[in-house]
C-alpha cells in the first residue's frame, strides 16, 4: 500500500500543478507520475519480464515517451501521437496474449457465443461517436490527410483498448476483484483521449488539461494494477 500512496502522490502532485499554473515545473510533474508508476509495477513484478511483463513495462513506458513528446512543442504532438498509439497496441497484445495462456491452462470463464454483442456495439458507438464529435469537426478546418488517416487508426486502436480490456475482464472475472481495475483503465483511457481531442480539435473545455490528466492517470495505474494481477495468475 506504501507503493500506490506514493504513485498517488506523484499524480496529486501534477494535478495541482496544473491548478496552481506552475508551468515551469510541470513538464517534470507531468512525467515524474509515469515514472513512480514504472517502478511500482516493476516491483511488482520482482524486476523479472518475461513475456507477458515485458509488454506491460513497454506499453507504460511508451506512454511516458508520449507525455515527454506532448511536454515540448507543438511540433510533437503527432509524435507523442504515435508514442501513445505503441502504447496502445502493446496493452492490446497484452490482452490477447493474456487470453491465449488462460485459454491453455483452462483458467477462463465459460462465455456464451451471444455475450459478445455487447462489445461489440459498444465498439461500433465508442467509433461513431468519436468520428462524429471529434473527426467530422476537425475535417472542415482542412487537416492534412496523412493526419486524418493516423487519427482514425488511432481511434479504432483506442476503443479496441476499452473494449477489449472489458473482455478480458468478463472473461477473468472469476479471478478475483483487482481483475476489473483492467475495465476502469481501459474505459479512463477512452474519456482520456477523447477529452484531449476535444479540447485540441474542436473546442476548449473548462479545465481540460486537469480532466485530461486525471482521467489519464487513472487509466494507466487501473491497467498496471490489474495486469499485475493478470500476470501473476497466469505464472
Not at 8 to 16: D, K, N
Not at 73 to 92: E, I, N, Q, R, S
Request: include cysteine; proline fraction near 2%; charge should be positive.
Amino acid at each position: 500500500m506504501a507503493g500506490i500512496a506514493i504513485v498517488l502522490a506523484g499524480f496529486l502532485l501534477h494535478w495541482i500543478a496544473i491548478i496552481l499554473k506552475w508551468e515551469r515545473i510541470k513538464p517534470f510533474t507531468k512525467t515524474l507520475g509515469m515514472v513512480l508508476l514504472i517502478a511500482w509495477t516493476l516491483t511488482n513484478l520482482d524486476f523479472q519480464l518475461p513475456g507477458l511483463a515485458a509488454l506491460l513495462i513497454a506499453a507504460l513506458t511508451f506512454g511516458l515517451a508520449g507525455d515527454i513528446l506532448l511536454a515540448l512543442a507543438d511540433k510533437w504532438f503527432t509524435a507523442g501521437l504515435g508514442a501513445f498509439l505503441l502504447g496502445h497496441v502493446a496493452y492490446l497484445s497484452l490482452i490477447t496474449f493474456s487470453l491465449k495462456r488462460a485459454d491453455r491452462i483452462g483458467l477462463l470463464s465459460a462465455f456464451s457465443a451471444w455475450m459478445i454483442l455487447p462489445f461489440v456495439l459498444t465498439f461500433v458507438a465508442a467509433l461513431v461517436a468519436f468520428s462524429r464529435v471529434i473527426v467530422k469537426p476537425l475535417r472542415k478546418k482542412g487537416p492534412d490527410r496523412t493526419f486524418l488517416v493516423a487519427l482514425h487508426i488511432y481511434a479504432f486502436c483506442l476503443t479496441g483498448l476499452m473494449v477489449f480490456s472489458g473482455y478480458l475482464t468478463f472473461l477473468f472475472s472469476g479471478s478475483g476483484r483487482r481483475i476489473w481495475a483492467i475495465l476502469l483503465g481501459g474505459t479512463f483511457f477512452f474519456i482520456s483521449d477523447f477529452i484531449l481531442a476535444f479540447d485540441r480539435f474542436v473546442r476548449r473545455v473548462r479545465l481540460g488539461q486537469l480532466w485530461v490528466m486525471i482521467t489519464y492517470y487513472l487509466a494507466q495505474f487501473f491497467l498496471a494494477f490489474g495486469f499485475v494481477a493478470v500476470i501473476a495468475i497466469l505464472s
